[in-house]
C-alpha cells in the first residue's frame, strides 16, 4: 500500500532550537509539496518541487525555513531558529505531476515552546 | 487559480446520501475540480476528481454543471466514518491549490 511517510509524527521543542521534518513521497511520484496546518490559517502551501527543483518556495518565511529535496525518496524541511508561531502540523504531499491527485502523509505535530 | 465557495457546515443522517455542494464560477478551462476530506488531525485523502463529466469512484460520486460553475460531492449511503471536513478545490497540476474553509459534514445516527 503505497503512502507518503513523514516523520516524525510529533516533535516538541524549545524556541531557538532547529527542527527537521521528514518526507517520503510515494515512490514514482515526482512532485512533492509542504503545507502547514493551524487552526487560524487552515491548509497553507509552503513549497512544491518536481523533479527534485524547488519550483515554488513563496509561501515560507525564507529567513528561517528551508526545503529541500537530497533525493528522489527524500524531502526535508528544516526550521532554524524556531519560534513558538511555528507551532503547526506540517503536511508533505506527493503526486505525479499534471492533473494527477496528490496524497498527503499523517503530518508531523511541531510545537515550539 | 479560482477560489471556491463551501457552506461551512451540514449535517446529514447515518444511511442517507451526502450531498456537498461547491461555487467556484471562475474556473478556468484547463482547470479541475478536486474533493479532499480531513478526518479529525490526520492528512487530506482524496476523494476525487474531474474536468467536466460527471465522475464515480468507490468512494463517492462528483457531479459537475455543464457550465463548470458549480459541483455537488455525493456519498451515497452516509456513515459515520464520513464524518470530516470536506475541501473542494479548483486548479491545475496542484500547485498553489487553496483548501479554503471546507465544509464540516457531521453524520448523525
Known amino acids: 500500500d503505497a503512502r507518503v511517510t513523514q516523520t516524525p509524527r510529533d516533535k516538541v521543542t524549545e524556541m531557538g532550537q532547529e527542527v527537521t521534518m521528514r518526507c517520503q513521497p510515494i515512490?514514482?511520484?515526482?512532485?512533492v509539496f509542504w503545507y502547514r496546518q493551524t487552526m487560524m490559517q487552515g491548509l497553507e502551501l509552503l513549497a512544491y518541487?518536481?523533479?527534485?527543483?524547488?519550483?515554488?518556495d513563496s509561501g515560507m518565511p525564507k529567513d528561517r525555513f528551508s526545503a529541500e529535496m537530497p533525493d528522489a525518496t527524500l524531502a526535508t524541511l528544516k526550521i532554524q531558529p524556531s519560534e513558538p508561531r511555528d507551532s503547526a502540523v506540517y503536511f508533505c504531499?506527493?503526486?505525479?505531476?499534471?492533473?494527477?491527485?496528490?496524497?498527503f502523509g499523517q503530518g508531523t505535530r511541531l510545537t515550539v515552546v | 487559480d479560482a477560489k471556491t465557495t463551501q457552506p461551512p457546515s451540514m449535517d446529514c443522517a447515518e444511511g442517507r446520501a451526502a450531498n456537498l455542494p461547491c461555487n467556484h464560477s471562475t474556473i478556468s478551462g484547463n482547470e479541475y475540480v478536486y474533493w479532499y476530506r480531513q478526518i479529525h488531525s490526520q492528512g487530506p485523502q482524496y476523494i476525487i476528481h474531474?474536468?467536466?463529466n460527471n465522475e464515480t469512484n468507490e468512494m463517492a460520486s462528483l457531479i459537475i454543471t455543464e457550465d463548470r460553475k458549480s459541483s455537488t460531492l455525493i456519498l451515497p449511503h452516509a456513515t459515520l466514518r464520513d464524518t470530516a471536513v470536506y475541501y473542494c478545490?479548483?486548479?491545475?497540476?496542484?500547485?498553489?491549490?487553496?483548501f479554503g474553509s471546507g465544509t464540516k459534514l457531521n453524520v448523525k445516527p
Open positions: 504531499a506527493s503526486g505525479s505531476g499534471g492533473e494527477t491527485e496528490a496524497f
Open positions: 474531474g474536468l467536466k
Open positions: 478545490i479548483v486548479g491545475y497540476n496542484f500547485n498553489k491549490f487553496y
Open positions: 515512490l514514482g511520484h515526482n512532485t
Open positions: 518541487f518536481r523533479n527534485r527543483a524547488p519550483l515554488d
